[in-house]
């Protein structure tokens, strides 16, 4: 974890790099931890990817109005983490290896409900992706079978294993490939995805992306696309920044 700082990269927009506003987790701090006292913490590389791609990287905290905020983003990121969306959301009881943190879910429904009402475009990486099912009606595998290796063993900077990109959807059309190498870093996984519709599959069936036909640009990925494994990594992150600037 790291804070959120990083160094600023030349945009392919340098008048008016578009806003693109990124969730963050929470830690309660202690000895040992960056702060003795409660923080919010991001990976650089979530930062990093953005500004490559040609966007202005800022992090959202969970006390601010989220419509207030929104009306300044031209784009919302809604990031992954070791957490789980709270199950009372789509009406199941918690399974016992099920961890919630309801500040950081509730922060994160308002700013992506404040974000779809704006029509600004929104990307949802693993726990974001699967808070746009959640909101879309849909529910979650709350714990996959570990022999399914979707919390892959190596590290999260190489592939894990490849997904298939359904034809004819956005995502299709933005990665330009009928598959991706993506790496894997989940123990739940979209179960039904609502209103969304899916855009991309583990070779086991597991749900990889889903996205939401009315908005502009709402799609949610499994995977972690900030370690810009494939070149449809680089690619969706453009397509991001691209919608942002319109």
Same mark, same amino acid.
């Given at each position: 974890?790291? %804070?959120?700082?990083?160094?600023?990269?030349?945009?392919?927009?340098?008048?008016?790099?578009?806003? #693109?506003?990124?969730?963050?987790?929470?830690?309660?701090?202690? !000895?040992?931890?960056?702060?003795?006292?409660?923080?919010?913490?991001? %990976?650089?590389?979530?930062?990093?990817? $953005?500004?490559?791609?040609?966007?202005?990287p800022i992090c959202l905290g969970y006390t601010a +109005?989220?419509?207030?905020? /929104?009306? %300044?983003?031209?784009? $919302?990121?809604?990031?992954?983490?070791?957490? !789980?969306? !709270?199950?009372?959301?789509?009406?199941?009881?918690?399974?016992?290896?099920?961890?919630?943190?309801?500040? *950081?879910?509730?922060?994160?429904?308002?700013?992506? %409900?404040?974000?779809?009402?704006? +029509?600004?475009?929104?990307?949802?990486?693993?726990?974001?992706? &699967?808070?746009?099912?959640?909101?879309?009606?849909?529910?979650? #595998?709350?714990?996959?079978?570990?022999?399914?290796?979707?919390?892959?063993?190596?590290? =999260?900077?190489?592939?894990?294993?490849?997904?298939?990109?359904?034809? +004819?959807?956005? $995502?299709?059309?933005? /990665?330009?490939?009928?598959?991706?190498? /993506?790496?894997?870093?989940?123990?739940?996984?979209?179960?039904?995805?609502?209103?969304? =519709?899916?855009?991309?599959?583990?070779?086991?069936?597991?749900?990889?992306?889903?996205?939401?036909? !009315?908005?502009?640009?709402?799609?949610?990925? &499994?995977?972690?696309?900030?370690?810009? $494994? +494939?070149?449809?990594? *680089? *690619?969706?992150?453009?397509?991001?920044?691209?919608?942002?600037?319109?």
């Amino acid at each position: 974890m790291m %804070r959120c700082m990083t160094l600023p990269r030349p945009s392919r927009f340098p008048n008016s790099a578009p806003l #693109i506003g990124l969730t963050l987790d929470h830690e309660h701090g202690g !000895d040992g931890k960056f702060s003795r006292y409660p923080f919010h913490a991001l %990976r650089e590389n979530y930062l990093t990817a $953005l500004s490559e791609a040609g966007g202005l990287p800022i992090c959202l905290g969970y006390t601010a +109005d989220a419509e207030a905020m /929104v009306a %300044r983003l031209d784009a $919302l990121v809604i990031t992954g983490g070791a957490f !789980d969306v !709270d199950p009372a959301l789509y009406d199941e009881d918690p399974h016992p290896l099920t961890s919630p943190r309801p500040a *950081r879910t509730s922060a994160e429904l308002a700013l992506l %409900r404040a974000a779809l009402k704006r +029509d600004i475009p929104i990307l949802g990486i693993c726990g974001g992706m &699967q808070l746009m099912a959640v909101n879309a009606g849909g529910t979650l #595998i709350q714990h996959l079978p570990p022999e399914l290796e979707h919390e892959q063993p190596n590290p =999260r900077h190489e592939p894990g294993h490849a997904v298939s990109i359904v034809p +004819d959807t956005r $995502l299709a059309e933005i /990665v330009g490939m009928p598959t991706m190498m /993506v790496n894997s870093s989940h123990h739940q996984a979209v179960r039904s995805s609502g209103e969304a =519709r899916i855009s991309a599959l583990a070779p086991d069936g597991v749900i990889e992306a889903i996205e939401l036909d !009315d908005p502009k640009f709402a799609i949610g990925v &499994q995977w972690h696309p900030e370690f810009t $494994l +494939d070149p449809g990594d *680089r *690619r969706l992150y453009a397509a991001l920044v691209e919608a942002a600037a319109r």
